[in-house]
């Protein structure tokens, strides 16, 4: 037995450890645990409450959001360590089956290739492979605790044992957990009355029957009790365009079939199968149901020869029955590998079972099987492997799934985010467009579209596209909050306002909007309130870096530098990648007069971004005061080819190119360019400018338009009471009208 446990987790591991290097995926991985405020935080007291107060992806299942919530609290957000607790708890559940079996039958090697098809089988990868799925190892975790808790329980009363209260009380313990993990334990006392048929051997007679149903009575009533409450929550149910009734059997019993092919013939599989648009056609639908009638038949014909065939075949439709949609509980999965975890024990058994009962006759039986067997493990680990190994990256899925499936609006929708996510914007909008040829009615479609083109520069379409999705879904919040930042683009600042404001009344916990709604009001000088706006977003989002990092820069303009600082560090750690935050992050070293720590930011800020134009001039800034001219010119330079309409650069390197002390790095023409240009732009108002494209004149030799351009700056700069730049400038003219230029040494 111990061999055989060893095995069952060696195996897991060669087809799931490979998880461990996986990331998380954009299919409820976000929404579960990667962008879920409470779940980041790890495990509270107030996280426990919202865990069993609140749905996640139309689920209630508040022990795996506790157990998301304790995977937080020791890997943080590597993904890696949330993997590897699916991976561990799949191993566990492999060995309980086998443990379970042997101890209902009394059989090894049958219980024992039972689990490792369960083990290492390819419709498993769904279930283990993605952290989301949690609530099927989880939940199969306590499901099976609960089968060898009642066949504990069995054997204890058989022979009226002091423990069987025990164990039953174990039995209802575990039954409770696991429907905290996933509802769809509720037909968990139905398995129980066919173990007591079959292999149990406590009912043969109709009065054993209603004592064994009265004896479950418990059980059912917390079945009855967790729908109830699973039923309060919001979001459990579809209710936006749900399929006709008849549409929903006929689709069920399809499923049913589909599954069935799946386990004997594991190809194809993929992340989501669509509902087709038009229904299933009646044909396949009469087909599935005589087949599964038929089988059915078989399975009560055989019933007392080969018991096994009967309780496998109930197993397996019992289970299914919580997830065959005839409540529809989603409103694009026609079906899903991750509903077979559990049924799919049923149909092993009964065909292990039953090949081991007809091949009790054959010579050398033992080595058939055991060739058999070595085969059909052996294939299902490469196959388990391969299918695993599509889990690795949202890209990965979606193009998988789209290899297997058609019409597929869902994988196009999330393989286009995934796109998009990677900078192949393109790429995006193509996926993005092939999902609404499918689902053109599709508001999240439109939004995420709109998005697209607005990264790719295509303002109008963009804004068009979020009103589409607007249109559709009016309380749309991410399509509002896009609407308003691409209004807030284009410079009209109210209206972006009032869209953030629309988007915070239907989302008040949207962190998104309401730090682009304090970025508006930052733009607009209103300080405060936009400090208040960010306050609220970390509330929301205390891990958001963005929103940090506008705090910090909110902070820094009322003065307040440490508070600032302290913000543009702790976004930084949070987010090593955010461009903005090291870019801030040099601004605030550059007003404390750390010029190492500057630029050591800015540097990192290029790493991330070089074509991000204001680190180049800042990063020029922090070289200049530590007297690295030639970087300064270097970067001022990179920062023009970047955005040539800097003037405030334009003045920078112009200075420089007609002041500098190093020869080899002096220009006076390309100093007049630069600086008339600046000049021009800032309408010759700015005796900054002025002052330097004096300085450029006098390097050309042009003195006396260096002096008369001085003199004009000199002016302004009076009548702006600019005393220090006037007496600067008082000085040189003097340098001017002696035929000498301005050589400045920067310290």
């Known amino acids: ?346 149909l092993a058994v009964a065909g292990t079972w039953a090949v081991g009962d007809w091949s009790a006759g054959w010579k050398h039986r033992q080595a058939v099987l055991g060739g058999i067997t070595i085969v059909i493990i052996g294939a299902l680990l490469v196959c388990g492997h391969i299918q695993a190994s599509y889990w690795r990256d949202s890209q990965s899925l979606w193009t998988h799934t789209l290899a297997c499936t058609s019409g597929n609006a869902l994988a196009h929708l999330r393989l286009g985010a995934a796109l998009a996510k990677n900078g192949q914007t393109e790429g995006a ?37 979020y009103h589409q999705a607007l249109a559709l879904a009016p309380e749309n919040a991410p399509a509002r909050n896009y609407l308003g930042f691409a209004l807030f683009t284009k410079g009209k600042t109210e209206e972006a306002i009032a869209q953030y404001l629309k988007a915070l009344e239907s989302a008040p916990e949207n962190a998104e909007a309401r730090n682009n709604l304090g970025f508006a009001l930052f733009a607009q000088g209103k300080t405060d309130e936009a400090i208040a706006q960010y306050r609220l977003a970390l509330q929301a989002a205390p891990e958001n870096a963005g929103a940090l990092s506008n705090l910090g820069n909110a902070l820094l303009r009322k003065g307040d530098l440490d508070s600032a600082m302290a913000c543009f560090k702790k976004a930084a750690a949070l987010n090593p990648e955010q461009v903005e935050t090291w870019y801030n992050l040099g601004n605030g070293f550059l007003q404390t007069g750390d010029l190492e720590q500057a630029v050591a930011s800015y540097r990192q800020a290029m790493r991330i971004n070089p074509r991000y134009a204001d680190t180049c001039a800042n990063l020029g800034v922090a070289y200049f005061k530590t007297g690295q001219v030639k970087q300064a010119m270097d970067s001022w330079q990179q920062a023009l080819e970047i955005n040539p309409g800097q003037v405030y650069v334009q003045n920078n390197l112009a200075w420089l190119l007609a002041t500098t002390p190093d020869a080899a790095l002096r220009d006076g023409s390309k100093a007049v360019a630069l600086a008339a240009q600046a000049n021009q732009s800032s309408g010759n108002r700015n005796p900054t400018i002025l002052h330097t494209l004096a300085a450029a004149y006098a390097e050309t030799r042009s003195y006396s338009l260096a002096s008369t351009t001085a003199r004009r700056g000199l002016e302004l700069a009076a009548q702006q009471s600019n005393v220090a730049l006037a007496a600067t400038i008082e000085k040189e003219i003097k340098l001017y009208d002696a035929g000498k230029p301005v050589r400045d040494t920067p310290r």
């Open 1 to 346: 037995m111990v061999c055989v446990c060893a095995f069952l987790t060696l195996a897991v591991l060669a087809v799931f450890g490979q998880t461990s290097g996986f990331g998380f995926v954009n299919y409820d991985d976000a929404e579960n645990v990667s962008e879920n405020p409470v779940v980041e935080r790890g495990l509270s007291a107030q996280a426990v409450g919202w865990a069993f107060t609140h749905a996640q992806s139309s689920n209630w299942i508040p022990l795996t959001t506790l157990s998301h919530m304790v995977d937080c609290q020791l890997f943080g957000l590597r993904a890696g360590g949330h993997h590897l607790v699916n991976v561990l708890l799949h191993a566990a559940n492999a060995v309980l089956l086998f443990l379970v079996l042997r101890l209902m039958t009394g059989s090894l090697w049958r219980g024992a290739f039972v689990a490792a098809l369960f083990a290492v089988h390819p419709l498993r990868a769904e279930s283990v492979a993605w952290v989301s799925e949690r609530k099927d190892v989880l939940s199969g975790f306590f499901f099976l605790l609960t089968l060898g808790a009642y066949v504990r329980y069995a054997h204890e009363f058989k022979v009226q044992g002091s423990r069987f209260k025990v164990y039953y009380a174990l039995c209802l313990v575990f039954f409770v957990l696991g429907l905290l993990s996933k509802s769809m334990l509720v037909t968990l006392p139905f398995i129980l009355l066919l173990l007591d048929w079959w292999p149990l051997g406590r009912w043969r007679h109709g009065r054993e029957f209603l004592r064994l149903l009265g004896e479950k009575i418990p059980l059912f009533a917390l079945a009855a009790a967790t729908c109830a409450v699973a039923a309060l929550m919001p979001g459990q149910v579809v209710t936006t365009h749900p399929l006709p009734l008849m549409e929903r059997v006929g689709n069920a019993l399809v499923s049913c079939v589909v599954y069935l092919r799946q386990t004997v013939f594991p190809a194809g599989l993929a992340a989501s199968y669509p509902i087709p648009p038009n229904g299933l056609p009646m044909m396949k639908t009469l087909l599935a149901l005589v087949l599964l009638v038929g089988i059915s038949a078989g399975a009560v014909v055989w019933r007392k020869k080969h018991p096994c065939l009967l309780l496998g075949w109930l197993w397996y439709l019992v289970m299914l029955v919580p997830v065959l949609g005839i409540i529809q509980i989603s409103k694009d999965a026609a079906h899903a590998d991750r509903y077979t975890y559990l049924p799919g024990i049923g």
């Open 429 to 465: 909008i193509g996926q993005y467009r092939e999902a609404l040829k499918i689902k053109p009615d599709d508001a999240e479609i439109h939004s995420n579209l709109g998005l697209a083109l607005f990264q790719a520069g295509q303002m109008e379409e963009a804004i068009g596209q």
